[in-house]
Nanobody, 125 residues
Framework: QVQLVESGGGLVQAGGSLSVSCAASGRTFSGYTMGWFRQAPGKEREFVAAIRWNGNTAYGDSVKGRFTISRDNAKNTVYLQMVSLKPEDTAVYYC???????????????????WGQGTQVTVSS
């Protein structure tokens, strides 16, 4: 059974930094894409970042230059480092796994096969 467990969310002031991580279990993830999405109250789920098995990455326009995604295949863990946080970054952040290794990094939520339970990130102004 695949499980994705996020951790590291919390409350931070605008301009601050925060890192979240996602630990995967149940299978080997080194050959697949892992991504981060977020959802704020009353809004659609939004693509944040993703990293393919070969290290290729993609970022949502609203986080480019501020967020960095990375992965440690030995630990089956993906990380999202966030700097220069803004109040509009407030959301529940979800980790996701795309089991198709044959395509590039995908930015739509329907492409992902497994999801974590989410971790809250709140940025105060």
């Amino acid at each position: 059974q695949v499980q994705l467990v996020e951790s590291g969310g919390g409350l931070v002031q605008a301009g601050g930094s925060l890192s979240v991580s996602c630990a995967a279990s149940g299978r080997t993830f080194s050959g697949y894409t892992m991504g981060w999405f977020r959802q704020a109250p009353g809004k659609e789920r939004e693509f944040v970042a993703a990293i393919r098995w070969n290290g290729n990455t993609a970022y949502g326009d609203s986080v480019k230059g501020r967020f960095t995604i990375s992965r440690d295949n030995a630990k089956n863990t993906v990380y999202l480092q966030m700097v220069s946080l803004k109040p509009e970054d407030t959301a529940v952040y979800y980790c996701a796994l795309d089991l198709n290794p044959l395509v590039g990094v995908r930015t739509i939520s329907s492409a992902y096969d497994y999801w974590g339970q989410g971790t809250q990130v709140t940025v105060s102004s």
